[in-house]
């Protein structure tokens, strides 16, 4: 197996000579490079091939990471690339990333991209926990690095939830507060309303300033042991060296500025940090690999140029370059305040379009309000002219009406006038009728009297003629015989009686045939009374609703009292006779 591995890498050697080109991939924060490279190419080759690409003139800050072995390294500028102890795969694989942070990014970071980069690469720290943040300082954070991706807010657009599946907290800090994705979504918008008017490039700035003062931001960290076999932290920042204890990075229990440091070297895995004061301490540890040591120095040298740098009068390339960010921000300030002029026209103009068609609309509302008006105004005026014609009609109608009304009181004045008359003849017929039933009444009670009269009569010639039997008896009991041929004058004188027995004889006969048509005359008057009620009772159906009841006498409701209860005149004669008079009452007939 080892013979096929050197077997292969000498292929890949010999490959790699007989090759004038190998592949690069860049990996930047916001997307890859791969570019072809010539194999006699150094370091500073390739990376100045990058920064061109990127339009990047700030290089000082930046380099070509790569991993090797656990260990990350940086692409060295005065060595070739192959030469060096790079990976073996093509593409070979670099990350351009800032390898030395300002101290002040607002004055030191000149140019638009170098500004971009660093908030890309900050941020991504920041997140990944690399950099501890405080949770305020986090949302804070959160609510520049929306400004920037999403500009100006506005409510219109940015409806809540526009937040979900952004990253925008690092998970200690979402995990620190019992909060829901909706609560931190309203606390960063409502930092993020208040950014409004900023670009791009003033929202990135604003967080790298804050950013700039958390404790961590741009220290390098590396695990060192003092003589005394004590494990620290090394940090190496844009300011110094420091020295932390292995779980606490974020105050150091010593620290080296760079200017009170006047030397720094390392032998195998022992470092030394010589004090510019010679009366002080010089400070050694040991770092676990050689490698490691390499970088470090590579970082402190870095570091501590920059740190001279910015202390000496500019360059005359930096001078030039921050001459022509100055232009170039003048130039897009004066951009964005025609851009704002532009802006607060259009939305003046868009709020006086909007304002006419709002009035547009009001108007054509008026209008269609006025027209329906109109409308109904006219349909008003239709039927109120169908109304009036109506109305007319009506007029008419009941002018009409009103003449049949008159013409109907003439007629109804001509009927009470007939009914009156009507009236009078019905009350002269009741009258009639009074005086024929008076009569009739008067009638009846003659012939009642007849009546008795021929009782009486009756009554006398039964006497008569028990006294004529009881004579006869007296005659034939003497044995008078009579012969057949006697004549009537050879008779006794006590036959005188005869007259008296032939008499009787006759009144007897006389009184059935007077009885018998008695009972007659008295049945035809019932029937003739019986009649004649029927017809006073229909005729008084008939006028009862012309009467006048006010106008009644005493006599009359009696009359109509007897009449209710069937009392008659004439009823009085089905009574026995005691009973028709009280004691003392005096009888007319007596």
Same mark, same amino acid.
């Given at each position: 197996?080892?013979?096929?591995?050197?077997?292969?890498?000498?292929?890949?050697?010999?490959?790699?000579?007989?090759?004038?080109?190998?592949?690069?991939?860049?990996?930047?924060?916001?997307?890859?490079?791969?570019?072809?490279?010539?194999?006699?190419?150094?370091?500073?080759?390739?990376?100045?091939?990058?920064?061109?690409?990127?339009?990047?003139?700030?290089?000082?800050?930046?380099?070509?990471?790569?991993?090797?072995?656990?260990?990350?390294?940086?692409?060295?500028?005065?060595?070739?690339?192959?030469?060096?102890?790079?990976?073996?795969?093509?593409?070979?694989?670099?990350?351009?990333?800032?390898?030395?942070?300002?101290?002040?990014?607002? %004055?030191?970071?000149?140019?638009?991209?170098?500004?971009?980069?660093?908030?890309?690469?900050?941020?991504?720290?920041?997140?990944?926990?690399?950099?501890?943040?405080?949770?305020?300082?986090?949302?804070?954070?959160?609510?520049?690095?929306?400004?920037?991706? /999403?500009?100006?807010?506005?409510?219109?657009?940015?409806?809540?939830?526009?937040?979900?599946?952004?990253?925008?907290?690092?998970?200690?800090?979402?995990?620190?507060?019992?909060?829901?994705?909706?609560?931190?979504?309203?606390?960063?918008?409502?930092?993020?309303?208040?950014?409004?008017?900023?670009?791009?490039? %003033?929202?990135?700035?604003?967080?790298?300033?804050?950013?700039?003062?958390?404790?961590?931001?741009?220290?390098?960290?590396?695990?060192?042991?003092?003589?005394?076999?004590?494990?620290?932290?090394?940090?190496?920042?844009?300011?110094?060296?420091?020295? /932390?204890?292995?779980?606490?990075?974020?105050?150091?229990?010593?620290?080296?500025?760079?200017?009170?440091?006047?030397?720094?070297?390392?032998?195998?895995?022992?470092?030394?940090?010589?004090?510019?004061?010679?009366?002080?301490?010089?400070?050694?540890?040991?770092?676990?690999?050689?490698?490691?040591?390499?970088?470090?120095?590579?970082?402190?040298?870095?570091?501590?140029?920059?740190?001279?740098?910015?202390?000496?009068?500019?360059?005359?390339?930096?001078?030039?370059?921050?001459?022509?960010?100055?232009?170039?921000?003048?130039?897009?300030?004066?951009?964005?305040?025609?851009?704002?002029?532009?802006?607060?026209?259009?939305?003046?103009?868009?709020?006086?379009?909007?304002?006419?068609?709002?009035?547009?609309?009001?108007?054509?509302?008026?209008?269609?309000?006025?027209?329906?008006?109109?409308?109904?105004?006219?349909?008003?005026?239709?039927?109120?002219?169908?109304?009036?014609?109506?109305?007319?009609?009506?007029?008419?109608?009941?002018?009409?009406?009103?003449?049949?009304?008159?013409?109907?009181?003439?007629?109804?004045?001509?009927?009470?006038?007939?009914?009156?008359?009507?009236?009078?003849?019905?009350?002269?017929?009741?009258? %009639?009728?009074?005086?024929?039933?008076?009569?009739?009444?008067?009638?009846?009670?003659?012939?009642?009297?007849?009546?008795?009269?021929?009782?009486?009569?009756?009554?006398?010639?039964?006497?008569?003629?028990?006294?004529?039997?009881?004579?006869?008896?007296?005659?034939?009991?003497?044995?008078?015989?009579?012969?057949?041929?006697?004549?009537?004058?050879?008779?006794?004188?006590?036959?005188?009686?005869?007259?008296?027995?032939?008499?009787?004889?006759?009144?007897?006969?006389?009184?059935?045939?007077?009885?018998?048509?008695?009972?007659?005359?008295?049945?035809?008057?019932?029937?003739?009374?019986?009649?004649?009620?029927?017809?006073?009772?229909?005729?008084?159906?008939?006028?009862?609703?012309?009467?006048?009841?006010?106008?009644?006498?005493?006599?009359?409701?009696?009359?109509?009292?007897?009449?209710?209860?069937?009392?008659?005149?004439?009823?009085?004669?089905?009574?026995?006779?005691?009973?028709?008079?009280?004691?003392?009452?005096?009888?007319?007939?007596?």
């Amino acid at each position: 197996m080892a013979s096929a591995f050197a077997a292969k890498m000498g292929f890949n050697s010999l490959m790699r000579k007989q090759a004038k080109t190998f592949n690069v991939r860049i990996s930047t924060m916001e997307s890859d490079l791969e570019f072809s490279c010539e194999v006699k190419w150094k370091g500073k080759d390739l990376f100045d091939l990058v920064c061109r690409t990127l339009g990047l003139r700030e290089t000082w800050f930046f380099g070509l990471r790569y991993n090797i072995k656990d260990t990350v390294a940086w692409l060295k500028m005065d060595k070739k690339v192959l030469d060096q102890e790079v990976p073996k795969e093509e593409p070979i694989t670099f990350h351009f990333l800032a390898k030395f942070y300002p101290e002040n990014a607002e %004055e030191e970071l000149v140019q638009d991209i170098t500004q971009h980069l660093f908030f890309l690469q900050v941020k991504k720290k920041i997140l990944d926990e690399e950099i501890h943040c405080p949770p305020e300082a986090s949302v804070l954070l959160a609510s520049y690095a929306v400004h920037a991706e /999403y500009g100006d807010y506005d409510p219109a657009v940015h409806k809540p939830g526009f937040l979900a599946e952004e990253e925008l907290l690092p998970k200690r800090v979402i995990n620190l507060y019992q909060m829901t994705p909706e609560m931190w979504e309203e606390r960063i918008t409502a930092c993020y309303a208040e950014h409004r008017g900023r670009t791009r490039d %003033e929202a990135e700035m604003e967080y790298l300033k804050i950013a700039q003062d958390l404790d961590m931001y741009g220290v390098n960290y590396f695990l060192i042991r003092n003589k005394k076999g004590t494990d620290l932290l090394l940090g190496v920042d844009a300011l110094g060296l420091h020295i /932390y204890e292995p779980d606490n990075k974020l105050t150091p229990k010593c620290s080296f500025p760079w200017n009170e440091i006047r030397n720094i070297s390392y032998s195998d895995k022992e470092f030394t940090i010589k004090p510019l004061d010679k009366k002080a301490n010089v400070f050694k540890f040991n770092s676990s690999r050689l490698r490691v040591n390499k970088l470090i120095l590579q970082l402190c040298i870095g570091n501590h140029d920059l740190f001279m740098r910015r202390r000496r009068v500019d360059s005359l390339e930096v001078q030039q370059m921050k001459a022509q960010a100055r232009e170039e921000r003048a130039r897009k300030q004066v951009e964005r305040q025609r851009l704002q002029r532009e802006k607060q026209l259009r939305e003046e103009a868009e709020r006086a379009r909007d304002e006419l068609k709002r009035r547009l609309i009001q108007l054509q509302d008026e209008a269609h309000m006025a027209n329906e008006a109109l409308l109904r105004s006219e349909q008003t005026a239709d039927l109120l002219a169908e109304k009036a014609q109506i109305a007319e009609e009506e007029a008419k109608l009941l002018a009409q009406k009103a003449a049949e009304a008159e013409t109907e009181m003439q007629r109804i004045k001509v009927t009470a006038i007939r009914g009156q008359e009507e009236r009078r003849l019905m009350e002269q017929k009741m009258l %009639e009728a009074k005086m024929v039933a008076l009569k009739m009444a008067e009638e009846s009670e003659r012939r009642a009297k007849e009546a008795e009269q021929l009782k009486q009569d009756l009554l006398e010639a039964r006497d008569s003629e028990r006294r004529a039997k009881n004579k006869l008896l007296e005659i034939t009991s003497k044995a008078v015989y009579v012969s057949p041929g006697l004549a009537p004058d050879s008779m006794p004188q006590d036959v005188s009686f005869s007259r008296e027995n032939l008499s009787f004889d006759f009144k007897d006969t006389d009184m059935k045939r007077l009885s018998m048509e008695i009972e007659k005359e008295k049945v035809e008057y019932m029937e003739k009374s019986k009649h004649l009620q029927e017809q006073l009772n229909e005729l008084k159906t008939e006028i009862e609703s012309l009467k006048l009841k006010e106008r009644e006498t005493s006599l009359d409701i009696i009359h109509n009292q007897n009449t209710e209860q069937g009392t008659s005149k004439h009823s009085n004669f089905k009574k026995p006779f005691c009973c028709r008079f009280i004691a003392g009452d005096h009888c007319p007939v007596a």
